[in-house]
Nanobody, 122 residues
Framework: EVQLVESGGGLVQPGGSLRLSCKAS????????MNWLRQAPGKGLEWVSG???????YYSESVKGRFTISRDNSKQEAYLQLNDIKIDDQGMYYC????????????????RGQGTQVTVSS
């Protein structure tokens, strides 16, 4: 059974940083791209970033230069480092497994976890 468990969210001030983690199990982690998506209150699901099985990184324009995605295949974990956080970054962040090795930006993932909440407030 595929499982994705996110952690690391919390309350942060504008300009602050957080590191989100996604622990994966139930599939060959290195064989799939991994994504981060988010959903702000009252809005739809937004693709934020993805990393292919080979480590190629992709970012949405709204987070490029501020967020960094990474993965550790030996631990079966993916990460999203959030720096210079803005009010608009607030929302539930989800880890999602791609349909294959590569990333298709904006594609709905094959599976996603339950999410971790990022709240931005001064």
């Amino acid at each position: 059974e595929v499982q994705l468990v996110e952690s690391g969210g919390g309350l942060v001030q504008p300009g602050g940083s957080l590191r989100l983690s996604c622990k994966a199990s139930g599939f060959t982690f290195s064989g799939y791209g991994m994504n981060w998506l988010r959903q702000a209150p009252g809005k739809g699901l937004e693709w934020v970033s993805g990393i292919s099985g080979g480590g190629v990184e992709y970012y949405s324009e709204s987070v490029k230069g501020r967020f960094t995605i990474s993965r550790d295949n030996s631990k079966q974990e993916a990460y999203l480092q959030l720096n210079d956080i803005k009010i608009d970054d607030q929302g539930m962040y989800y880890c999602g497994r791609s349909w294959g090795l590569n990333i298709v930006q904006g594609q709905v993932p094959a599976q996603r976890g339950q999410g971790t909440q990022v709240t931005v407030s001064s």
